[in-house]
Nanobody, 125 residues
Framework: QVQLVESGGGLVQAGGSLRLSCAAS????????MGWFRQAPGKEREFVAA????????YYADSVKGRFAVSRDNAKNTVSLQLNSLKPEDTAVYYC??????????????????WGQGTQVTVSS
């Protein structure tokens, strides 16, 4: 069993930055890839970024490539998402998730095994 707790969301103006963090409990963290997803009101949950078990590989949705950066610290059981050059369309609840599968990268929410409760990011224009 893995528990995930996200933090770092908030209200920011367009062009600003935020750093989201996800703290994980459980022994499987360092052996699992991690992902970030987001869900805006009235929309389906969408893939944002993924990072491999040791952090050597990352993968991003086209909509955030070049603006967001995912990283992890296996010693601290944390994964982070740096959000730069934010746009109003980035407004959503952001979730971190654990991927215990063997394929890479996984971008479907159904491919992830554990989820956090989410943190709200609101970008004003």
């Amino acid at each position: 069993q893995v528990q995930l707790v996200e933090s770092g969301g908030g209200l920011v103006q367009a062009g600003g930055s935020l750093r989201l963090s996800c703290a994980a409990s459980g022994r499987t963290f360092s052996s699992s890839a991690m992902g970030w997803f987001r869900q805006a009101p009235g929309k389906e949950r969408e893939f944002v970024a993924a990072i491999s078990r040791r952090g050597l590989r990352t993968y991003y949705a086209d909509s955030v490539k070049g603006r967001f950066a995912v990283s992890r610290d296996n010693a601290k059981n944390t994964v982070s998402l740096q959000l730069n050059s934010l746009k109003p369309e980035d407004t959503a609840v952001y979730y971190c998730a654990v991927d215990q599968g063997s394929t890479w990268p996984n971008t479907g929410s159904y491919e992830y095994d554990y989820w956090g409760q989410g943190t709200q990011v609101t970008v004003s224009s």
